[in-house]
């Protein structure tokens, strides 16, 4: 008796919304998703500014047999830049990358202007 035991170099599919560059307002939820394929299933790995990325402090990866997703709680300027995703199984490995802006709020803005306002006419009223 023989088995055959096929190997499928891993795929990963975005849709529309998460090929275009993303767009955060500060303090919302970052979220990135994709859908993975392959044989046998391809451990993913999310990485931020090359830096492996951990579900912890506002950080939680779900990855749930062909789907994948990475959401930041509260995001930041900080939060701004590349993010890659890659997948990888004994076939061989696929990664893709987002771009991620994360725009300050409004009210830090506010707040900013207000202490400048104040050092200079010593009155800001908020």
């Not at 970052?30 to 394929?37: K, Q, R, S, V």
Request: charged share 20%; glycine share 8%.
């Amino acid at each position: 008796m023989f088995f055959l035991r096929a190997s499928v170099k891993p795929a990963i599919i975005l849709d529309a919304p998460m090929k275009e560059a993303q767009k955060v307002k500060g303090g919302n939820n970052l979220n990135l998703y994709a859908n993975i394929e392959g044989v046998p299933t391809p451990k993913v790995t999310w990485f931020h500014k090359d830096a492996e990325l951990k579900s912890s402090n506002g950080i939680s990866i779900d990855t749930k047999d062909t789907f994948t997703g990475l959401t930041i709680k509260g995001s930041t300027a900080k939060h701004s830049g590349t993010y890659k995703l890659v997948a990888e199984n004994v076939a061989g490995k696929a990664e893709t990358e987002f771009n991620v802006t994360v725009r300050g709020k409004i009210v830090e803005v506010t707040i900013v202007l207000c202490n400048l306002i104040q050092v200079y006419t010593g009155f800001c009223h908020q």
